[in-house]
């Protein structure tokens, strides 16, 4: 888990580090991830280094922005040295074509028999830059759903226009979990 900084004022310190490589593309039959095959891309959160193991989707959103849901959430999944991990989920709304998400559209798997190749893509082309960010010691999404993840959700939505959404929708439609209470946890908004 991540720690406020230790001066005790709620903020964090995120350095993401992204360059262009190449990802496996699997049909999982809960949703379609793109698996780093390299260790290049990182994310600093308070002076600790997460790598990028993944980025996967689901639709519609499982997080809401005052209680509104989102056709699609983007999840990119990270771990450090110590098996802790930090997923930055990023929003999608319907609106403008997104020319760098549908680099990731072609070819996809559609069942688990079939593999493909993501190659020299950047995964800060699909992040909203200048975005604040929700910050929160929240779980694992999928089961076993158990307690370790620092997430990381940008307030600023990306865009995608209705095909788009659409050739995601048609793989896996539902394929989020339910909104989950908030429970004690506390929420920082990282500028």
């Known amino acids: 888990m991540v720690k406020p900084r230790p001066d005790g004022d709620g903020n964090f310190n995120l350095a993401p580090n992204y360059t262009a490589s190449d990802f496996e593309v699997v049909n999982n039959g809960?949703?379609?991830?793109?698996?780093?095959?390299?260790d290049k891309n990182t994310l600093n959160v308070n002076g600790v280094d997460y790598k990028l193991l993944q980025f996967h989707y689901h639709v519609p959103s499982e997080h809401t922005v005052m209680n509104a849901f989102y056709?699609?959430?983007i999840h990119f999944v990270h771990q450090n040295a110590n098996g802790g991990l930090a997923v930055?989920?990023?929003?999608v709304e319907k609106g403008a074509t997104n020319i760098n998400l549908g680099k990731i559209l072609t070819d996809l798997p559609k069942d688990g028999k079939y593999t493909g190749t993501l190659s020299f893509?950047?995964?800060?082309?699909?992040m909203p830059t200048n975005?604040?960010?929700?910050a929160y010691n929240g779980s694992l999404t999928t089961p076993p759903c158990s307690?370790?993840?620092q997430?990381?959700?940008?307030?600023k939505p990306i865009t995608a226009d209705s095909e788009q959404l659409n050739t995601l929708a048609k793989l896996y439609?539902?394929?989020n979990r339910p909104v989950q209470p908030q429970g004690d946890r506390t929420v920082h908004i990282v500028e």
């Open 151 to 155: 997430w990381l959700l940008q307030a």
């Open 88 to 91: 930055i989920g990023v929003l």
């Open 131 to 134: 975005s604040p960010t929700y």
């Open 173 to 175: 439609n539902g394929n």
């Open 71 to 73: 056709p699609l959430e």
């Open 121 to 126: 893509f950047n995964i800060a082309t699909i």
């Open 30 to 38: 809960h949703t379609i991830s793109f698996n780093a095959k390299d």
């Open 147 to 149: 307690e370790q993840v």
